[in-house]
């Protein structure tokens, strides 16, 4: 299993749960949490070899 966390500053007109998460083209689930100024993403994902 992978991880990552995404950090991002918040803006108002931005809605975390309008987006869609692919890698490789393959969608993944991911949870947001929200502070005062910043929006934290989580990804997990499985290791595989990946197409750049």
């Known amino acids: 299993m992978g991880y990552v966390k995404v950090i991002m500053e918040k803006e108002p007109t931005f809605n975390p749960q ?4 692919l890698l490789n083209g393959k969608s993944l689930e991911y949870a947001v949490e929200s502070t005062n100024h910043f929006l934290d993403f989580d ?3 499985i290791h595989i070899a990946f197409i750049i």
Not at 18 to 21: A, R
């Open 43 to 45: 990804f997990l994902h």
């Open 18 to 21: 309008g987006i869609s998460v």
